[in-house]
């Protein structure tokens, strides 16, 4: 199994930075790509950035292409989701998730271990 474990959620002034970590811990050898995901409230789970864990690819969702930027350190074992110029459309909980192979990375079904999901709430 894998472990995965968020911190960095709380609350940001609009056009504010935050940054997101997700601890992987277990059988991390497993994971081949990683991804966040966003639920806000009354609406569905969405996609936002994935990562290839070798470092050979990343995503976005059109929505925050510019604004977010996904990262991962692999000694660390720890993927990172940097949030700038933030709007109001950002609150939500935020979760991350590991997918273990080349499946479809904007799927929550491709993905097979969810964080607990840290909420970060976006003021005016």
């Known amino acids: 199994q894998v472990q995965l474990v968020e911190s960095g959620g709380g609350l940001v002034q609009a056009g504010g930075s935050l940054r997101l970590s997700c601890a992987a811990s277990g059988r991390t050898f497993s994971i081949y790509g990683m991804g966040w995901f966003r639920q806000a409230p009354g609406k569905e789970r969405e996609f936002v950035a994935g990562?290839?864990?070798?470092?050979?690819?990343?995503y976005y969702t059109d929505s925050v292409k510019g604004r977010f930027t996904i990262s991962r350190d692999n000694a660390k074992n720890t993927m990172y989701l940097q949030k700038n110029s933030t709007n109001l459309e950002g609150t939500a909980v935020y979760y991350c998730a590991s997918r273990p192979g080349y499946t479809n990375y904007a799927r929550l079904a491709s993905y097979t271990y969810w964080g607990q999901g840290p909420q970060v709430t976006v003021s005016s």
């Open positions: 990562i290839i864990w070798s470092g050979t690819g990343t």
